[in-house]
């Protein structure tokens, strides 16, 4: 399983991003997609989740902010970001697992300027 993230960047407070992440290779299986953020000094955090049938689960912190998305035919998954403040910058990983297995894509660094 290989996973390709692309959409970071640079953007001011209270600005938009959208990260999109492929997914290719042997992905039967997978239920659970996700994205997970690392900062500087902290842990990986469960950012937002969704399941093949596209039930979602979000951190409280990006709560009414973030909204992750995905396309089962495509075998992709999105992560639009609006209202984004300083503490959401991190470098972000799209993520998806089997049978206790996790896959990680490359991380993809997200900067917000106060």
């Known amino acids: 399983v290989q996973l390709q993230a692309s959409g970071g960047g640079l953007v001011q407070a209270g600005g938009s991003l959208r990260l999109s992440c492929v997914v290719s290779g042997s992905i039967f299986g997978i239920n659970v997609m996700g994205w997970y953020r690392q900062a500087p000094g902290k842990q990986r955090e469960l950012v937002a989740s969704?399941?093949?049938?596209?039930?979602?689960n979000y951190a409280d912190s990006v709560k009414g902010r973030f909204t992750i998305a995905r396309d089962n035919a495509k075998n992709t998954v999105s992560l639009q970001m609006n209202s984004l403040k300083p503490e959401d910058t991190a470098v972000y990983y799209c993520n998806c697992a089997r049978s206790g297995q996790n896959y990680w894509g490359q991380g993809t660094l997200v900067t917000v300027s106060s």
């Open positions: 969704i399941t093949r049938g596209s039930i979602t």
